[in-house]
Nanobody, 116 residues
């Protein structure tokens, strides 16, 4: 079992920035894939960004390319999402996700609201 603790959500004005952080209960080196997803009420959860541990290859949703950056901090054992140039349509609950031995683990979610 893996627990994921997310932090960094909140309210920000359009054009602003936020940094989300996810701290798993196991070393990040034990996960095949780590990523961030988001969900708006009444819609399906969508992938925002993910990183493959063995290659450090990253993937992003088209809607966030050039604005969001996923990274991992080996020293702090966290996976982070830097979000810049935020737009109202980025408003959602953001979830940390890791994959270990074919099993998906999810955080509890953190609310990001972009509004003036």
């Amino acid at each position: 079992q893996v627990q994921l603790v997310e932090s960094g959500g909140g309210l920000v004005q359009p054009g602003g920035s936020l940094r989300l952080s996810c701290a798993p209960s196991r070393t990040i080196f034990s996960f095949h894939v780590m990523g961030w997803y988001r969900q708006v009420s009444g819609k399906e959860r969508e992938m925002v960004a993910r990183i493959i541990s063995s290659t450090s290859i990253t993937n992003y949703a088209d809607s966030v390319k050039g604005r969001f950056t996923i990274s991992r901090d080996n020293a702090r054992n966290t996976v982070n999402l830097q979000m810049n140039s935020l737009k109202p349509e980025d408003t959602a609950v953001y979830y940390c996700n890791v994959v270990s031995d074919g099993t998906d683990y999810w955080g509890q979610g953190t609310q990001v609201t972009v509004s003036s």
